[in-house]
């Protein structure tokens, strides 16, 4: 994980940063972000913590949708040899419909 921190930034108070590290991020901190969709793969080396993140985020009182596809690695809707799994194309479906839903229906729809 040392090279990616280290390809993302290499300053360990910028790694500090709750931009950097949301999860450092207080509950009054993140209690005003807007609605969220936290997408992660079963075999994400980052899944406990993406999960973890929603569940912070839920606690601050954020509309949060978290999902774990099964059997599918990090970075699994950016990866264009991954874009035909069916992992990915529910995520893209999913994503999309949770997108046209946020637009269609100000306010709490869901």
Partial sequence: ???FWDQYTRSTCD???ITASPLRADIEQLRALPAAMILNG???VLRDEGEAYARKLRE???DVTAVRFQGIIHD???LNA???TKACRAA???SVAWINRKNMCPGDCW
């Fill in 1 to 3: 994980m040392m090279w």
């Fill in 60 to 62: 601050a009182g954020v």
């Fill in 76 to 78: 699994f809707v950016m």
């Fill in 15 to 17: 790694r500090n940063e």
């Fill in 42 to 44: 079963e075999a994400d």
């Fill in 92 to 94: 893209m479906d999913l």
């Fill in 82 to 84: 991954l874009d035909q």
